[in-house]
């Protein structure tokens, strides 16, 4: 299917409903600021009500790269609990073990999972008589007997219905209680990653929230006065984390990432009992969503499309669902096919609105960039450029789109593809991207432009995060022992931050170079095409 200008706007069909969710993701960070008090935070987390009281299963974040240091491969990161707070014993932060984690990998462009890895976890209590403390001594290894209270997984992955264990019975990183009990914790989290036969590596445990953003900005767009930015909200807070280092074959239609190199990216939690509306479970087979009694009760793709523009009444609903299914999300088609975030910019700014309606941010979003999708005239991640993929079965869903034929980027800049690095967000996306600043650009119509829009060019003056990535898999900053805020803080977390060039180092838009540089034009789309393919 396709997104086009040239669609009639006199009857909206159930294609274009899928327009909600597209537009929505793009107001990344910028949302619907005073209709959802206490629900809106970060990037999906505690983005809606169920899952805002269950954080174990509240899916924060995805990321989706080639992997800067094994080129013929993917990582796949996805993040659980949001705001876990340093030092929050004596039990700290578990996986459930009644719930199941998924990332999902679509090849063909229906919505509709072809290869979903699962992890499920559970727990060990050695003394849980005589003891209270998560450990009982200084922990070393990851099997050291001073760790009172452990997890373990299996890994298993599906396809075609299907499903083959990869792990059993693999080491959770522990959460990273402090200097006395975890003398070196960077030692302990190694030992958590596990390789796979063929390739593949794993590792699930604590890490540092990689994603950041001045989220004060949910104070009515910082009151109107830009000079209130750039403090990092999410600085100092932890997640759960589960990440994968894929070869790319394992991941494409047919195995072949050179002729099918476009996949689409989600991740889900299942949980045992109700399901997410209050009603009793049934057992479905679809596409893993609900087996055994189980439910899905949450789900993340791009950043912030349930938090920032589904109503309330339907944030659960859209958690249970499957990407083949958005084009039924109706009641929502309203409230963002005309978004809501540049009307509040014009409003608070004086800033124009773009025009609607935006093909722009359902080609972004949901049918992925490509000449025959809609405005944007230029080929990156749809999943029509898939050779093997059918035509007649791509449908308009709101996934993580990533072109793996894309080479990572030398010099990666934090704007992505607004910055002419095609290896960046919304083209997968990955740990330093800057999710809010791209998306608030987007929103404003870069993307058909090839302009930033001046005055909000500085975005929320939040760049990097606070602590440096990892230059090898799994990449994540080790997890923060002491809140943001305090000298202590920031000396910890300066400590565990690679002092040498990262892997994934983001660059500020102050050196890109001039507005010609951040065009998402044809041109430069071109030049990249005669590189990779060799044609004009």
Not at 136 to 145: E, H, Y
Not at 187 to 211: I, S
Not at 381 to 393: C, F, I, Q, V
Request: proline share 7%.
């Amino acid at each position: 299917m396709k997104t086009t200008s040239a669609r009639p706007r006199s009857r909206r069909t159930l294609d274009q409903s899928l327009v909600v969710l597209g537009a929505g993701a793009l107001a990344t960070g910028l949302a619907v600021l005073s209709l959802a008090p206490g629900i809106s935070a970060a990037s999906s987390h505690r983005e809606a009500p169920m899952t805002a009281g269950d954080p174990r299963v509240d899916n924060t974040d995805v990321y989706a790269f080639t992997s800067p240091d094994r080129s013929d491969t993917v990582t796949l990161v996805a993040n659980w609990i949001p705001f876990e707070e340093p030092n929050g014993g004596p039990n700290f932060y578990a996986f459930a073990d009644d719930a199941r984690y998924h990332v999902k990998i679509d090849n063909t462009g229906d919505g509709v999972a072809d290869v979903t890895y699962t992890w499920r976890f559970r727990n060990e209590v050695r003394d849980a008589e005589n003891q209270f403390l998560y450990n009982t001594g200084p922990v070393r290894r990851i099997d050291d007997p001073n760790l009172n209270f452990r997890q373990t997984y299996d890994l298993t992955v599906t396809e075609g219905g299907n499903i083959r264990t990869l792990l059993r019975n693999a080491p959770v990183a522990p959460s990273r209680v402090g200097k006395a009990s975890m003398p070196d914790y960077g030692a302990l989290r190694a030992q958590a990653v596990r390789q796979v036969p063929g390739g593949t590596k794993a590792f699930a445990g604590q890490a540092e929230d990689p994603f950041f953003a001045d989220l004060r900005v949910f104070d009515l767009l910082y009151g109107g006065d830009l000079s209130e930015r750039g403090q990092d909200t999410l600085a100092g807070y932890n997640v759960n984390s589960v990440a994968l280092q894929v070869p790319k074959k394992f991941l494409a239609l047919r195995g072949d990432a050179a002729r099918n190199p476009v996949v689409g990216v989600w991740s889900t939690t299942d949980r045992e009992g109700a399901d997410v509306m209050g009603g009793k479970a049934k057992s479905k087979s679809h596409d893993g969503r609900s087996h055994d009694g189980r439910r899905q009760v949450s789900r993340l793709g791009n950043p912030l499309v349930n938090e920032v523009v589904v109503p309330l009444k339907y944030k659960d609903a859209f958690n249970s669902i499957s990407p083949d299914q958005d084009r039924t999300v109706q009641p929502v088609v309203d409230k963002v096919y005309d978004p809501i975030l540049p009307k509040l910019i014009q409003q608070v700014y004086g800033i124009p609105a773009p025009k609607t309606p935006r093909d722009d941010l359902a080609e972004i979003y949901l049918t992925g960039i490509c000449k025959a999708c809609g405005p944007i005239k230029a080929d990156l991640n749809a999943h029509r450029l898939n050779k093997d993929a059918d035509p007649g079965r791509i449908f308009p869903a709101e996934e993580l789109r990533l072109n793996m034929g894309v080479k990572p980027a030398k010099k990666p800049q934090r704007l992505g593809v607004l910055a002419g690095d095609l290896a960046g967000f919304p083209n997968g996306r990955r740990l330093a991207d800057d999710a809010i600043d791209i998306s608030l650009q987007a929103v404003e119509g870069a993307a058909q432009t090839g302009k930033l829009v001046p005055a909000l060019a500085a975005g929320d003056k939040v760049d990097t995060n606070d602590v440096g990535f990892g230059k090898t898999f799994p990449y994540l900053a080790l997890p923060s022992t002491t809140k943001s805020g305090t000298k202590a803080g920031g000396k910890n977390r300066a400590a565990d931050a690679d002092r040498t060039s990262t892997a994934l180092d983001p660059t500020n838009a102050a050196a890109i170079g001039g507005v010609g540089a951040l065009l998402l034009g044809t041109g430069g789309f071109r030049l990249w095409r005669r590189r990779n393919t060799g044609t004009g």
